[in-house]
């Protein structure tokens, strides 16, 4: 099947910093990806859709400021959580939709 | 707007059957899927229903009743590595992107 992938795996940053995470589909091409963020035991929250060449559309509630995301390529797309809060600490996943949506592996991010 | 409902946990026997339920209400419903996550992991898919009836896959499947807005997912002859999370979704019309239940932590026991 498909294969999605994301980095970093895992990032722990000070508050007020900014971290940058990377999504690729890298055996298929996606105009679009989606990105979740899954609080612990919780289910995954759709933040925005991520439009290649053009704005990302985001989710009632979310903030376009804080969590920007820019989808540069036909493979890839990024988020960015500027000035990170200990209140961003999640997990962080991205899919990309072919026949099925195909799911990165996660990015575990911790603010301290 | 959309309402997903599942039961948030449920503990079943290595070995036996067990019947994860989700309940929906969605304007312009266009298809259900199910997924298994293991803690500190991404989704795995495990099936997708667009019209009623029953899909059968392995041990794992699916049922759709579209006039009910109601889907379960049916697990046989458990594993202990089916401990996970149960996760529901639906797609809309003209939308790829997936709207998740609240999800059903399932816990096999010996």
């Known amino acids: 099947g498909a294969v999605v992938s994301q980095h970093p795996s895992r990032v722990i940053c000070k508050s007020g910093t900014s971290v940058k995470i990377e999504c690729r589909s890298l055996d298929f091409q996606a105009t679009t990806m989606f990105w979740y963020r899954q609080f612990p035991k919780q289910s995954l929250m759709l933040m925005a859709t991520?439009?290649?060449?053009?704005?990302?559309?985001?989710e009632q509630g979310v903030e376009k400021d804080k969590f920007l995301i820019n989808h540069a390529s036909l493979t890839l797309s990024t988020l960015t959580v500027t000035s990170a809060h200990p209140e961003d600490s999640s997990f962080y996943i991205c899919s990309a939709p072919m026949d099925t949506q195909y799911f990165g592996p996660g990015t575990r991010l911790t603010v301290l | 707007g959309q309402n997903i409902d599942q039961p948030t946990e449920m503990t079943a026997t290595e070995g036996a059957i067990v019947q994860i339920n989700c309940t929906y209400q969605?304007?312009?419903?266009?298809?259900l899927f199910w997924y298994q996550q293991h803690a500190g992991e991404a989704p795995t898919f495990l099936s997708y229903?667009?019209?009623?009836g029953l899909e059968e896959k392995g041990r794992f499947s699916s049922f759709l009743s579209r006039s009910k807005g109601y889907s379960y997912l049916l697990l046989k002859e458990l594993q202990m590595k089916d401990s996970a999370s149960y996760l529901c979704?639906?797609?809309?019309?003209?939308?790829?992107?997936?709207?998740f239940g609240t999800g059903t932590r399932l816990t096999i026991i010996p």
């Open positions: 969605t304007s312009g419903f266009n298809g």
């Open positions: 229903n667009v019209l009623d």
């Open positions: 979704a639906v797609t809309r019309f003209g939308n790829e992107k997936l709207t």
């Open positions: 991520s439009n290649e060449g053009s704005k990302a559309t985001y």
